[in-house]
């Protein structure tokens, strides 16, 4: 009898023994995920621009959290984000579309959802998703991808309600800060890039000129008389006659140009050519587009083109200084015709 006693005494410590193993590997288990999230989230407050954000988001956070995956869904679509879509910045895994928000975070099989969430990989094993709120305004989801263990619908959602809550704030920040950059690059009246736009593109623009073995040319288009328009009718006058310049030159340019308003009634375009001809032929339309446009009077507007094309050793502000010259040379041959630089 006592015996047996001992051996189910014997039993029970084992097994207790055996509890508090799991119990302290379940809490070391814990602590490195905590310390995994902790390491992801400093990193993700440091995160800038949007498009490295949203790379980390799908390739490198969900590794350092042993996910199989992750995708993020933006909705309502965010400018922000669709312009990285166009320029081939967005990266693969990143969709935007109107999807029907949960109303908390969802664990489990993946079921039938599976391709509406990770249609850029293979099925899942199991699934969260994230809802993604900041400020007010709903974000997107962040779909996570793990293992069949990973995620069910008993699991306790502390952990990932701060991840949810992290992303969603760090996403908030990183458009926020991408609008403000876009703002500080563009013309407030006329939508055009500014000047301080126009001289970053210009640096790009020359490297690819000569990495390509392409002429590129400056031209720099000033309305004549402008000043007369603001004097006799007024700034309000002045503004609506500059916007509508700037989309007469919109419409003329190609997609590849870069135009910008350089400074009050100055306009800068940087154009790949085929040689001088083609550059003077391309400064002829733009002056014509200025004239379709007409003055307060009803008169049509005339413009004064300067046109330089980039010598092998020049600099960029070299550039831009020889077609300035030739503008001044324009205005003083009477206005509304093209110079070209020596």
């Not at 699934?127 to 995620?151: N, Q």
Request: aromatic content about 4%; glycine content about 8%; charged content about 25%.
């Amino acid at each position: 009898m006592v015996a047996r006693e001992e051996d189910d005494l014997h039993a029970e410590v084992r097994q207790l023994r055996t509890r508090l193993e799991e119990l302290l590997e379940r809490a070391r288990a814990n602590e490195a995920t905590q310390q995994r999230l902790q390491a992801v989230e400093l990193d993700m407050l440091e995160r800038y621009p949007l498009a490295d954000l949203l790379r980390a988001l799908i390739l490198e956070y969900p590794e350092q959290l042993d996910l199989q995956g992750a995708a993020l869904h933006i909705c309502p679509p965010q400018p922000e984000v669709s312009a990285l879509g166009v320029n081939g910045e967005l990266p693969a895994g990143v969709f935007l579309a109107e999807v029907v928000p949960p109303e908390a975070i969802q664990l489990g099989p993946p079921e039938g959802e599976a391709p509406v969430w990770f249609p850029h990989m293979t099925t899942p094993e199991s699934v969260a998703l994230l809802p993604l709120h900041a400020g007010g305004r709903y974000l997107g989801i962040y779909a996570l991808a793990g293992e069949a263990a990973r995620f069910h619908p008993r699991q306790g959602t502390a952990f990932l309600q701060r991840l949810a809550a992290m992303v969603a704030t760090s996403l908030d920040n990183a458009i926020n800060h991408a609008r403000l950059e876009e703002m500080a690059l563009s013309d407030p009246l006329t939508g055009l890039d500014n000047r301080r736009s126009m001289e970053r593109r210009l640096a790009e623009a020359m490297a690819r000129s000569r990495r390509q073995g392409r002429q590129l040319a400056c031209l720099l288009l000033d309305i004549d008389h402008f000043k007369g328009i603001n004097d006799r009718h007024g700034h309000p006058a002045g503004d609506r006659v500059l916007v509508e310049v700037a989309e007469a030159l919109a419409r003329t340019v190609r997609g590849g140009d870069a135009l910008a308003r350089y400074g009050g009634e100055e306009f800068a375009v940087l154009m790949e050519v085929e040689g001088a001809e083609a550059a003077e032929a391309a400064a002829r339309r733009l002056r014509m587009a200025t004239s379709t446009v007409t003055s307060p009077e009803g008169e049509p507007l005339t413009a004064s083109v300067g046109l330089a094309l980039l010598d092998p050793a020049e600099e960029g502000e070299g550039l831009v200084q020889r077609a300035d010259a030739a503008l001044y040379r324009a205005k003083e041959a009477g206005r509304d015709r093209v110079e070209t630089a020596d």
